[in-house]
């Protein structure tokens, strides 16, 4: 009986160390104020970051895996699809950002 209490605890114990942890709705900002105006004017952008997708638009996308790496003193949340990677820079635990050329865009968790 005390064996088959430990294996459900532990049992409960995995599931419960699932996902990334930057599950969650992110809406958009930016250091540059053009970027911000163009935001504001579309009416916003958000995603939502899943255990294994990622949802822009109303569209979902399912994605292979999502998860924290880190390099040189950073972290970043790695997204893979189909053998590519894509990752956003870990500011914070609530904040994300990707570089996009000169100009990077800030997701904040809502």
Excluded: W
Excluded at 23 to 51: F, L, P
């Amino acid at each position: 009986m005390l064996k088959k209490a430990c294996i459900s605890l532990f049992a409960l114990v995995l599931a419960g160390c699932g996902g990334h942890g930057f599950e969650g709705t992110y809406s958009a900002t930016s250091d540059d104020s053009m970027v911000n105006q163009m935001i504001k004017s579309t009416g916003g952008s958000t995603i939502i970051i899943g255990e294994d997708y990622l949802e822009a638009e109303g569209e979902r996308t399912e994605v292979d895996e999502i998860f924290v790496r880190e390099s040189n003193d950073k972290r970043y949340l790695i997204i893979v699809k189909d053998g590519e990677e894509e990752s956003f820079e870990i500011i914070d635990d609530e904040t994300l950002r990707i570089a996009m050329g000169p100009i990077g865009l800030n997701y904040v968790r809502q």
